[in-house]
């Protein structure tokens, strides 16, 4: 997640399948690009989402909040190592981490995750 200025929040993101192989990209909250065989690509004005057709699994969703810049954010995808990486709004796989309710500012990025 980054912020280039006060309300400007947007998501930088690669999506992994379980094989190691790039299934979309995430640019500026949007789904640029990605394996359209798998998968259907979401584009509102609100909200992009990244979703399994064989299974209708949400992969990834950006969904900005109504009247706000704030973004929820959700994933069920694979790092580049393929090593599964879930986070939703209310949890997250990685052990010993807990994010409830959290607000990031003043931040140029927000999560990174190398």
């Known amino acids: 997640m980054r912020a280039s200025a006060p309300g400007a929040e947007s ?3 690669d999506v992994y399948g379980s094989a190691k192989k790039k299934i979309a990209t995430i640019r500026n909250s949007r789904v640029v690009a990605g394996d ?18 064989a299974t209708s699994a949400v992969i990834a969703s950006v969904q900005r909040r109504p009247g706000g810049a704030a973004l929820d954010v959700t994933v069920d995808t694979y790092l580049p190592t393929g090593i599964r990486f879930t986070a939703t709004l209310t949890g997250t796989n990685v052990a010993g981490l807990q994010m409830t309710g959290c607000v990031f500012e003043g931040l140029g990025v927000g999560v990174q995750i190398n």
């Open 11 to 13: 998501i930088l993101n």
């Open 36 to 53: 359209a065989d798998r998968y259907d690509f979401v584009r509102e004005a609100d909200r992009h989402a990244v979703v399994d057709r």
